[in-house]
Antibody, heavy 116, light 113 residues
Framework: EVQVVESGGDLVQPGGSLRLSCAAS????????MSWVRQAAGGGLEWVAH????????YYVDSVKGRFTISRDNGKESLYLQMNSLKVEDTAVYFC?????????WGQGTLVTVSS | DIVMTQSPDSLAVSLGERATINCKSS????????????LAWYQQKPGQPLKVLFY???TRGSGVPDRFSASGSGADFTLTISSLHAEDVAVYYC?????????FGQGTKVEIK
């Protein structure tokens, strides 16, 4: 059964850091591009970053460039998002999803709240 | 960035009736070399993972009922539910993967009238 499970969301102060994880199974992880997408409360979807199957191609939305880092461990079938210098506007549910051309196999998301 | 604009923002449809959602992109997402439209449609229900309904503008995703159809090319796309079922109440998003950053429409909420 396909499973994508995000974790690591928490309440953090502005300027703080957080590392999100995404554990995947049955999705051919090591051969798949993987993405992070976020959704603010009551809002729409915003693509954050994606990474190729080898981990040597990474792309980010401008608003997180220089602050967020996407990475992966194919041996552990896991995706990560290191978030530094967090801002109030980063508050959202963060989803992990497989894909480069269209996104399938989404997780349920993990909530990141940035507030003092 | 490619801006995706959906219309309407919400619609209420009677059970068994048709629901139509439009999506316009600020530039074409048709890739000439492969003649494919780099567009997907998703369904989001509370408490459930997002589900891909269509990719490449009109290729049905796994397990998507036949009452859902999608069409369009270039910069204009449509998602149609031919006969609304209660379980179709959700928010629907279009998404372009033609360019980075990837972008989504603002979403269309479908409710029962």
């Amino acid at each position: 059964e396909v499973q994508v499970v995000e974790s690591g969301g928490d309440l953090v102060q502005p300027g703080g850091s957080l590392r999100l994880s995404c554990a995947a199974s049955e999705i051919d992880f090591s051969n798949s591009w993987m993405s992070w997408v976020r959704q603010a409360a009551g809002g729409g979807l915003e693509w954050v970053a994606h990474i190729n199957h080898r981990g040597n191609e990474k792309y980010y939305v401008d608003s997180v460039k220089g602050r967020f880092t996407i990475s992966r461990d194919n041996g552990k079938e896991s995706l990560y998002l290191q978030m530094n210098s967090l801002k109030v506007e980063d508050t959202a549910v963060y989803f992990c999803a497989r894909g480069h051309y269209g996104l399938d196999s989404w997780g349920q998301g993990t909530l990141v709240t940035v507030s003092s | 960035d490619i801006v995706m604009t959906q219309s309407p923002d919400s619609l209420a449809v009677s059970l068994g009736e048709r629901a139509t959602i439009n999506c316009k992109s600020s530039q074409s997402v048709l890739n000439s070399p492969d003649n494919k439209n780099y567009l997907a449609w998703y369904q989001q229900k509370p408490g459930q993972p997002l589900k891909v309904l269509f990719y490449w503008a009109s290729t049905r995703g796994s397990g998507v009922p036949d009452r859902f159809s999608a069409s369009g090319s270039g910069a204009d796309f449509t998602l149609t539910i031919s006969s609304l079922h209660a379980e179709d109440v959700a928010v629907y998003y279009c998404h372009q993967y033609y360019a980075t950053p990837r972008t989504f429409g603002q979403g269309t909420k479908v409710e029962i009238k």
